[in-house]
């Protein structure tokens, strides 16, 4: 009986006894940090997931979550910290060309165009593969731009043929945009009031444009024929007032009106370039 | 003969515009929520000459029209607003021929809500920037953004 007791004391003591009760797991260790920031990464908590990720880098020098930091930052359309962090990864690190694809592409989505034509010439981006990509968006983002378009040849020789069949059709829209001219708008507008408006496409503007001076030059006309001066003067003041609003308006309807052609082809490249991820391969190991 | 049918005519008229009116009286939900009032301040704006003078005559405009007319104007800004602010933006003379094209694209009868964005209030928004003849002021997505 002494025994007995003995062991189930014994056996109590064991229970109770913390070191036996609870496994040894340091939850804050680095390997663990780790990977519960890459949960929260992949769960798009982006903020927490950086957070963790900057303690273990604080110890550990990791090339694939300084990667994942850039793109995350992207993601949350923090455009300069994403390049910041690509460009700490040009020189020696295993994603050198992933991370001059990435960052062209991160440019081309904080519609830093005139970035892209600048440093397409720096030597550091020119290195055998890493300059397929970059040059690219690089031709993409003349298509963006209001620069000269490039000769349609070198596009083929750049991208592949997949990806010609589509960048041609967009060249050569935008080659072809139907923009209006300014100065058209304006001088139709000055021959016949609203006629400007017509030519950009704002038809009810132009015809009741036309009806509005009409009606206030017949009203001057009138006035001056039976003698009201005041009143024909006042009639003449309006007309003139609202014959040169038309072609100040006519003008600006021209502006408005390539503007949203323009809008509606950026708008157009963007989905397609969404689409194939700006030519920059897609990744297995951010998310598996 | 002729008068008789013109004023039998005439105040036909009078009753099939007076009857749309009943729509604009019709008894509306009960609501205890009181209505904002949205208090006119006159003030003469003596930033500038030429905005003196506008503001002097939006004043006028207010306290003569606006203030019994009611909140008709179908864009946001109002024309008057439209004004003061282009006159703000640019200067007199090409603030003036800023609101001679609003005016004149507000008497539209053929205006569609397709060619403005529409914003909750049912006004259609038609910013002062979109007409200053900078094309770097032209942001459209801002403008897409308002489109209901």
């Known amino acids: ?288 | 003969m002729m008068k008789a049918i013109l004023i039998l005519a005439l105040l036909l008229t009078i009753d099939i515009t007076a009857q749309t009116d009943w729509q604009r009286w019709k008894a509306s939900d009960i609501t205890y929520r009181t209505a904002p009032q949205k208090k006119v301040i006159f003030m003469l704006d003596s930033s500038s000459f030429g905005i003196e003078i506008v503001s002097a005559f939006q004043n006028a405009y207010y306290l003569l029209f606006s203030n019994y007319d009611g909140d008709n104007c179908p864009f946001n800004p109002t024309c008057s607003h439209f004004f003061v602010q282009a006159v703000k933006a640019t200067n007199i003379l090409q603030g003036a021929l800023m609101f001679a094209d609003r005016f004149t694209r507000d008497t539209n009868l053929f205006k569609t809500r397709s060619q403005y964005p529409v914003e909750k209030n049912g006004k259609l928004f038609d910013p002062i920037y979109f007409y200053e003849l900078d094309l770097k002021n032209i942001n459209l997505k801002n403008y897409f953004s308002a489109w209901k």
């Open chain 1, 1 to 288: 009986m002494k025994i007995f007791s003995t062991v189930i004391l014994t056996l109590l003591l064991l229970l109770v006894n913390n070191d036996f009760g609870q496994s040894k797991v340091n939850l804050f260790s680095l390997q663990n940090r780790k990977k519960f920031a890459d949960y929260l990464f992949c769960n798009k908590d982006y903020l927490r997931a950086f957070d963790e990720y900057k303690i273990y880098l604080s110890e550990v020098n990791n090339d694939t979550i300084k990667f994942k930091i850039a793109l995350g930052f992207r993601k949350m359309r923090r455009y300069g910290e994403a390049l910041d962090y690509l460009k700490s990864l040009f020189f020696n690190s295993k994603f050198a060309i992933q991370a001059r694809n990435e960052y062209f592409k991160t440019l081309l989505m904080a519609n830093k165009i005139n970035a892209i034509r600048r440093y397409i010439k720096e030597p550091i981006f020119i290195t055998g593969d890493s300059l397929k990509v970059p040059l690219k968006l690089f031709y993409v983002a003349k298509m963006f731009g209001n620069t000269n378009l490039p000769d349609s040849n070198e596009l083929k020789k750049i991208f592949t043929p997949e990806e010609y069949s589509q960048i041609d059709r967009f060249y050569w829209t935008k080659k072809n945009l139907p923009l209006k001219s300014l100065t058209k708008a304006g001088i139709l507008s000055a021959l016949i009031p609203g006629l400007g408006k017509i030519y950009t496409q704002n038809y009810g503007d132009g015809i009741t444009a036309f009806l509005f001076t009409a009606a206030l030059g017949t009203l001057a006309y009138a006035n001056f024929k039976a003698r009201h001066k005041f009143r024909a003067w006042l009639f003449s003041g309006l007309t003139a007032l609202f014959y040169s609003g038309n072609i100040y308006g006519s003008v600006a309807s021209a502006q408005i009106f390539n503007a949203k052609i323009a809008f509606d082809f950026r708008k157009k490249l963007k989905l397609y370039l969404e689409k194939v991820n700006y030519f920059v391969p897609q990744y297995n190991f951010i998310c598996n």
